[in-house]
């Protein structure tokens, strides 16, 4: 039933033309009655309340109810016409799943007395009774089934909302982290070069030159890494990923605030940051090839956030050593990370913090299936990071996409069928 009703509310018109033709089969052509210009426009009429109830249940209801009473009364037809009870039992079904109560509860006991008249008329003795009651049983049931679907749709819109309220959050969340990430990062490389600027500008013009023009080039590295972060705020059709469902947001993927994190990326960070430190050094073992974009921006995130850290708390006379491991290919390729800092005196500037950013790069790395250690060594201090290069990208997506995923069926469910 789930199936059927699943594809009702996806091909609406459809599905009223496959109930329409059960309807005319169901008359088996014209029946005996009165005259065919009046039993054929009145089967007719019983006929296209189904095809338009979904748009003015309560119109459709009165006219099927009405047009069934008239044949009976009037004496159109000579037999009994199953047309007119389907007709019914649809109209009744109609008002409950559209939320019409009140309207049904005038409708079903109309088709009620409809069919008690009809069973009182075609049946004799016991079996009246039996008719009857079994006549009136299926209006009880089209209402039943009209409630049950209403409660389904209930639910279903309910979950599609919190799915998609905890996917708004994730991607909240995730932004957050990135901004914290550019700007702390960035920030901090200016700050230290910008103070060892002023302590050489009297002894050595040209390294305040070079200096300069470091702050300026990070700078304007974290504008574009501001600008591909605020491409996925932008309203729909301007970069931003579109929805999933209904009102779901699409986990973020290549091209949607994922930052860079090719080898000469990195590189490029590490000068930067190196700029401002006794030395810092990037060793690369392996090759990229293979490593999802996503796993590349991770990794790329991870490197940012440990040279934040020593250039925020190390201060100038610590050196660093990076260590990009990408690993051999086959299925359980994995990616580590290594940033250890030496040699600090703990003389940096001592910037502001607002304590998240191992946390959020801890929440990162567990998100995409990885682990993470980051405690204090002999003279210095040590992160690792270990990341699963198979199934990467669709770990490192938010949590809500498993919920998206538990939720989808429920959200084809049918719109007033």
Avoid: K
Avoid at 182 to 202: D, F, I, K, P, T
């Amino acid at each position: 039933m789930h199936g059927l009703l699943g594809w009702s509310g996806r091909h609406p018109w459809l599905a009223e033309t496959a109930l329409v033709a059960v309807l005319l089969a169901a008359a088996a052509g014209l029946p005996e009655g009165g005259s065919w210009w009046v039993r054929l426009p009145l089967l007719l009429v019983l006929v296209s309340t189904v095809l338009w109830r979904r748009w003015h249940p309560r119109a459709a209801a009165a006219v099927a109810v009405g047009a069934a009473w008239a044949g009976l009364l009037g004496g159109v037809w000579e037999e009994h016409l199953p047309l007119a009870h389907v007709a019914l039992l649809v109209a009744v079904y109609t008002l409950v799943v559209r939320g019409r109560r009140g309207s049904a509860a005038v409708a079903a006991p109309l088709a009620a007395g409809f069919f008690v008249a009809w069973a009182l008329r075609w049946y004799q003795g016991v079996d009246a009774g039996w008719g009857a009651a079994g006549f009136c049983l299926s209006v009880g049931t089209a209402w039943l089934l009209g409630e049950y679907v209403r409660a389904r749709q209930a639910y279903a819109q309910a979950q599609r909302q919190a799915v998609a309220a905890a996917a708004i959050a994730g991607e909240r969340a995730r932004i957050a982290r990135e901004l914290h990430d550019v700007l702390a990062h960035s920030v901090g490389v200016m700050v230290v070069n910008a103070e060892g600027a002023r302590l050489m500008r009297h002894t050595d013009p040209a390294v305040v030159d070079r200096t300069l023009d470091l702050v300026s080039s990070t700078g304007r590295a974290a504008l574009q890494e501001l600008r591909r972060l605020l491409e996925v705020l932008q309203p729909s059709g301007e970069g931003v990923p579109q929805p999933q469902g209904e009102g779901v947001p699409q986990p973020p993927g290549e091209g949607h605030g994922v930052p860079p994190g090719e080898p000469a990326d990195l590189r490029d960070l590490v000068t930067r940051a190196g700029a401002g430190l006794a030395g810092a050094q990037l060793r690369i073992a392996g090759t990229a090839d293979g490593v999802p974009a996503s796993l590349l921006g991770l990794v790329y995130r991870i490197v940012q956030e440990a040279l934040t850290n020593v250039l925020n708390h190390a201060g100038a006379r610590a050196s660093v050593d990076v260590l990009l491991d990408f690993g051999a290919p086959g299925r359980r390729r994995t990616v580590r990370v290594e940033v250890v800092d030496t040699g600090g005196d703990g003389g940096g500037p001592g910037l502001p913090s607002s304590g998240r950013g191992l946390a959020g790069m801890r929440q990162r790395v567990t998100d995409a299936g990885g682990t993470v250690e980051a405690a204090p060594v002999p003279g210095g201090f040590r992160l690792a990071a270990t990341l699963p290069v198979n199934g990467s990208t669709a770990a490192s997506q938010p949590a809500t996409a498993a919920s998206q995923r538990r939720g989808g069926r429920m959200g084809r469910w049918p719109h007033g069928y």
